[in-house]
């Protein structure tokens, strides 16, 4: 079935537009609305006509639809940026992303093509969007950083061009730079993005870690 969702506030400004169209299956759920947005349910509500709804509800073609992002007067946003684009990355917005008034220390990682004439990069664009706002949530609260921001590149990345920004922000340089470290090594071990490498020899896949079951 194909339902129009309603954006509001940051999501609308991220979307460029009020609504979206979404194709779902005939028997999807609140959560399967999420999902194709590329959020999880603590980082917004969904709204069925005009209703707060369970993750399990059943969302129906009559419904009006909307998501609802944390309201104003809530706790201020410490995930500022997180996004997996096939665009070229430029380091300024993420560092404008995280300018914050209580911080005293801003880090910026930049994880750049070495050696080889490109890296391909392949995701699970939906689900690495998510594992990392999941990620870049816990490294920001463990360290009690003011904010974070992550963005990865997918598709042919260049020699010395960026494949991922990560970007810290906190009240002294010691959490600041472990929270920027941990940020981007539990990128790399848990978001579901893959990579091959253009050599003269051929293409030669980078083979990695199988992220660990929950337990």
Known sequence: MKISVRLFAGL??????????????????AG????????????CIVALDREYARVDERVLPTHEVALIPPVSGGADEVVRLVEVTEQPLDPAPILAAVR?????????FEGVTRDVEALDYEAYV???AQQLRTIAEEVAAKHGLCAVAVIHRVGRVPLSEPSVLCAASGPHRGETF????ELIDRAKAEAPIWKVELTPEGPQRVEGALPEWPT
């Open 12 to 29: 609308r400004e991220r979307a460029g537009a009020d609504h979206v169209e979404l194709e779902l299956p005939d028997d999807a759920r």
């Open 32 to 43: 399967d609305v999420l999902a194709a947005m590329g959020l999880a349910p603590g980082q």
């Open 100 to 108: 914050d008034p209580r911080a005293g220390a801003v880090v910026l």
């Open 126 to 128: 939906e689900m690495a």
């Open 178 to 181: 472990a929270g920027a470290r």
